[in-house]
């Protein structure tokens, strides 16, 4: 096999962490000191002169345990529960189990836990902590539009995720900003009696939005190192081409989904195509207040979106650039 890890794969990871790292001890002394100023405040209406010191030991152990609190309820679910996916044995996937204990072994991995899941969407994600512990997931939609070829190599591009060790990485990184966005929504609807909650429900946004254009800036490089490490496994470029072509031109409409599953929804093989793509521009039925005067801004919005954002904040590469890329490794291999 063919295939050394990508270095620069590996930097980006490091240093991704990294500035999570850094964005998480700035948002939890924010969001501290926010909880103080909250204490200050609850303080003054009380008659109660509580030290500056005393106040922001106060808001950092109530921030540490509400993150502890709002984590915990992130880590109750993983990929195969967040989709309701069940593990499935080689009695009822025998060619599935087949196709992914060969690849394993080709990668020299231990084979990951399989579970399938009864969506139309194709999908496909490799999560886990570890490459002991790792747990492939599928949709019925996708076994039902791949043909075998296609199948293998959508399987190698997943396993090539756990062979370069960032499906490990990416399970880390989005746990923190699914955090961050459940705490800004739940403080959001909490009806806060304080500017001070208000500004903490911002900051947990404000981080969830610079802690996305992170992650999606690694998730785009992983794809495509993914795409080689898939190449590299199979000796053919050409099959996972077609395979994305297939799924690319397969995607359908989904449900809304919550902030976790949204998020795990980005890890797999391919993109989520039916995400909105910035604000609405029409409606039916009855139009909100201020229509008039709130159009034009999001026009102004949706503008941006499409013409600096969507870019911006995709996890994956466009598939016709990916294609392109591993049919000019397909041709590189038959010039040899």
Request: proline share 4%; no cysteine; net charge negative.
């Amino acid at each position: 096999m063919d295939w050394s890890l990508d270095r620069h794969l590996r930097r980006r990871m490091a240093l991704t962490l990294l500035a999570l790292a850094a964005l998480t001890v700035a948002f939890a002394t924010g969001v501290a000191a926010l909880l103080a100023w909250g204490i200050e405040w609850l303080g003054g209406l009380l008659g109660l002169g509580i030290p500056f010191e005393i106040r922001l030991a106060f808001g950092g152990v109530v921030t540490l345990v509400a993150d502890v609190v709002v984590l915990r309820r992130t880590l109750r679910k993983d990929a195969a529960e967040t989709f309701d996916a069940a593990a499935v044995g080689p009695e009822a996937y025998p060619d599935l189990h087949a196709t992914v204990t060969r690849i394993a072994q080709a990668a020299d991995l231990p084979a990951p836990s399989i579970h399938v899941t009864d969506r139309e969407r194709p999908l496909a994600i490799t999560t886990g902590l570890s490459t002991d512990d790792a747990k492939l997931v599928v949709s019925t939609g996708l076994l039902g539009v791949l043909d075998a070829e296609e199948l293998e190599a959508v399987v190698a591009h997943e396993l090539a995720h756990v062979k370069n060790r960032d499906a490990i990485v990416m399970t880390l990184v989005e746990l923190p900003l699914a955090s961050a966005r459940n705490f800004g929504r739940m403080l959001q609807h909490s009806g806060g009696i304080h500017t001070a909650l208000i500004g903490v429900a911002l900051a947990s946004y404000a981080f969830w939005g610079v802690g996305r254009l992170l992650v999606a800036s690694l998730s785009r490089l992983r794809e495509l190192a993914a795409d080689r490490g898939a190449s590299a496994l199979l000796g053919d470029p050409a099959a996972l081409a077609v395979a994305l072509d297939t799924l690319d031109g397969d995607l359908t409409s989904a449900p809304d989904r919550d902030a976790r599953e949204t998020a795990l929804a980005s890890l797999s093989v391919v993109p989520d195509t039916s995400e909105p793509s910035g604000p609405n521009l029409t409606y039916e039925g009855r139009r909100p207040l201020f229509w008039s005067v709130r159009l034009p801004v999001r026009r102004a919005h949706h503008w941006l979106h499409e013409r600096y954002l969507r870019a911006t904040l995709a996890t994956h590469p466009a598939a016709d650039e990916r294609i392109d890329r591993l049919r000019t490794l397909e041709r590189e291999r038959t010039a040899r």
